[in-house]
């Protein structure tokens, strides 16, 4: 059975014991201290419109080493079209991801309203953050996620030019770099980032990873 959390009480089991599909509890809510204490022990929610919150860690866990990232030269050649931004229109990134999972999934997205505005949150308390691609002064492209300790957890990206996307995330590699993050969660696998350098590890290892670095809180320098 997988336990139902308590919306009064801000605990999760430990993400070992998560079910085989890597879900570990459901139910709760999304204020801000629940993901917060859900990021820090390597679990997030995820789930579609109409159903109960559902809080995962999935084991393999899929991640981004910074100096595993390709650059390629055609990437590189595209990246100089654009311009970037950090944090100037987060509501916006996280409304145009919701739009393009929606048109992907047939009408329907995990980012619904409520998630929306939990991250939006976030994002006013400096939790959360993201990166914006332009193209003639237009926002074209972006993605956001949660910092964690020397962590980036990716949540998700769009992107409405060839490239806009995967040029925003070799942006967030670059700053993270030199920041001196550690590597970016991308939580499950997708040939995408797989095709950027990403990896699958096992959730032990991403675990104790994690909390190493969650002890070393990074700074977001802009």
Known sequence: M?????????????????????????GGDLNPTRLMLAYRNGIFPWYSQGEPILWWSPNPRFIMELDDFKLRKSLKKSMKKFTYKFDTAFEEVIRECANINRKEQCGETWIDEDMIEAYTNLFGMGFAHCIETYYEGKLVGGLYGVVVGGVFCGESMFSKMSDASKSAYAILVEHLKKSNFDFIDCQVYTEHLKSLGAKEVSREYFLDRLYKVCMDEKKWIM
């Not at 997988?2 to 459901?26: C, D, M, R």
Request: no cysteine; charged share 10%; aromatic share 12%.
């Open 2 to 26: 997988i336990p139902q959390l308590n919306k009064y009480e801000l605990t999760f089991p430990h993400p070992n014991s998560a079910s085989s599909e890597g879900i570990v509890a459901w």
